[in-house]
T-cell receptor
């Protein structure tokens, strides 16, 4: 069983489109995250949600909107995609406010053309 | 600003050699220092982690050395194997928190 699963694994889309990435975890964790890994492999936190409540929003453009329908799911919707949004997006989860057990998904490679 | 600085950016080691990756942090409130290993096309996976109350932690061939006064920590991979070839990320954060602060990563290649 995959602990943190993301779909799709690859996403190629044109500039200006709107797209969503889905994430589900079956670890029973309370906290979920979105991280962005750029072309130089730098990993940076975008959002943290704890039990469906937004905890961290790290100066991410408003075009990015996370949605947490329940504590096992955290989806990422991106409006008006730009070339600079091309990156690998990782979903992760951990027990409530415990960085010590953060578990990452396989990533979604987004390419904007 | 970059909260965790990692070096080197890339590293080539012969099989059986020792790989050493260094990190430095600024925020003295950080009390959790993990290392993550990432293979191409995969997500980062927790490799080993240390808390500031100890100076060294060893798990198999992987050892973290921690210097609290210098605000530095390092990963040593003993008897490096080709299967260890991956990107390694250090991170620093508070145990009780909602985000990991990552270094920029080190691409390790272990040659046969």
């Amino acid at each position: 069983d995959t602990a943190v699963s993301q779909t799709p694994k690859y996403l190629v889309t044109q500039m200006g489109n709107d797209k969503s990435i889905k994430c589900e975890q079956n670890l029973g964790h309370d906290t979920m995250y979105w991280y962005k890994q750029d072309s130089k492999k730098f990993l940076k936190i975008m959002f943290s949600y704890n039990n469906k409540e937004l905890i961290i929003n790290e100066t991410v453009p408003n075009r990015f909107s996370p949605k947490s329908p329940d504590k096992a799911h955290l989806n990422l919707h991106i409006n008006s995609l730009e070339l600079g949004d091309s990156a690998v997006y990782f979903c992760a989860s951990s027990p409530r406010d415990r960085n010590t057990e953060a578990f990452f998904g396989q990533g979604t490679r987004l390419t904007v053309v | 600003q970059q909260q965790v600085k990692q070096s080197p950016q890339s590293l080539i080691v012969q099989k059986g050699g020792i790989s050493i990756i260094n990190c430095a942090y600024e925020n003295t409130a950080f009390d959790y220092f993990p290392w993550y290993q990432q293979f191409p096309g995969k997500g980062p996976a927790l490799l080993i982690a240390i808390r500031p109350d100890v100076s060294e932690k060893k798990e198999g061939r992987f050892t973290i050395s921690f210097n609290k006064s210098a605000k530095q920590f390092s990963l040593h991979i003993m008897d490096s194997q080709p299967g260890d070839s991956a990107t390694y990320f250090c991170a620093a954060s508070k145990v009780r928190g909602y985000a990991l602060n990552f270094g920029k990563g080190t691409s390790l290649l272990v040659t046969p």
